[in-house]
């Protein structure tokens, strides 16, 4: 019997039923307020009353990685907290991305091919995107800490691969975690708008002159940055006219911005008019 986790092959049964279990599950967050800062951010110094022992360790462990077994804790019990957390952040600021896989640009057929082309295309673009998932648990291992940010950021700027559905639009969009993960946030912002995955998501694709689309502005202003109460009705608005004329075009990869589809008109949110 092969225990190995990363050989079994998950089926379309199985994702689907993750998903499932994940709505399910799900935490509603309508009335969470944002708790302050409990304590400093000065590095730990043991002492009689706090000192450096297993149940610290372990608690490190949980905030740097997916867990760790007995022999890690016993190993990081001969360190300080502060050599474990440096190794970590250089680990993670320093370590080599992974390469990108071989269909990073696997394009669809072209328009007009047959449906079985296409058919063959998306079966193969299934099992690619399985691929990945199971490539990442494998980061998880070899690059714990950068892996969790990315989880994090992941879990921030939510994305569902059901909608955006191909493999090397995932690929870019962790690209772009890996690459940010650990650095300044108004620039993961700004790459994370202009992404694949993301203008598919929340509809940016649609944002057109004439015809705004506010998903992601509302996301944007009460999700990934500033949070409800903050903002008005009307910055999401404009806001989402100051973003139309993005596109997506799936059978190149080609992702930017049309002048054609853009809304010129003057706009005005948080106290500023421009077009």
Not at 121 to 137: A, G, I, K, M
Request: proline share 4%; hydrophobic share 35%; glycine share 6%.
């Amino acid at each position: 019997m092969n225990n190995n986790i990363f050989d079994k092959k998950l089926t379309q049964e199985d994702v689907k039923s993750l998903h499932k279990s994940r709505k399910k599950n799900s935490v509603k967050t309508e009335n969470v307020k944002a708790k302050g800062l409990s304590s400093n951010l000065d590095e730990f110094t043991p002492s009689a009353t706090t000192p450096w022992d297993s149940k610290r360790a372990k608690h490190l462990m949980r905030r740097l990685r997916f867990g760790a077994s007995y022999s890690d804790i016993e190993l990081y019990m001969d360190s300080s907290a502060g050599s474990i957390v440096k190794e970590a952040l250089d680990s993670a600021q320093n370590g080599q991305l992974p390469s990108q896989p071989e269909w990073y640009n696997k394009y669809p057929p072209p328009q007009g091919s047959s449906q079985a082309e296409f058919v063959q295309y998306f079966e193969e673009n299934f099992d690619l995107v399985l691929e990945y998932q199971q490539n990442w648990v494998k980061e998880m291992f070899e690059n714990p800490f950068r892996e969790k940010m990315v989880l994090f950021w992941h879990d921030h700027f939510a994305t569902e691969q059901m909608k955006y559905e191909l493999a090397p639009f995932a690929a870019r969009h962790f690209t772009i975690l890996r690459e940010n993960c650990l650095g300044n946030f108004k620039d993961l912002v700004y790459k994370i708008g202009k992404d694949h995955a993301m203008l598919i998501y929340l509809d940016s694709v649609e944002n057109r002159n004439g015809s705004p689309n506010e998903n992601y502005a509302r996301e944007l202003l009460e999700l990934f940055t500033m949070g409800i109460g903050n903002y008005s009705q009307n910055d999401i608005t404009d806001i989402s006219r100051a973003l139309t004329g993005f596109y997506v075009n799936f059978f190149n990869f080609d992702a930017g911005f049309y002048s054609g589809f853009h809304d010129t008109g003057e706009k005005t949110f948080f106290g500023r008019t421009g077009n």
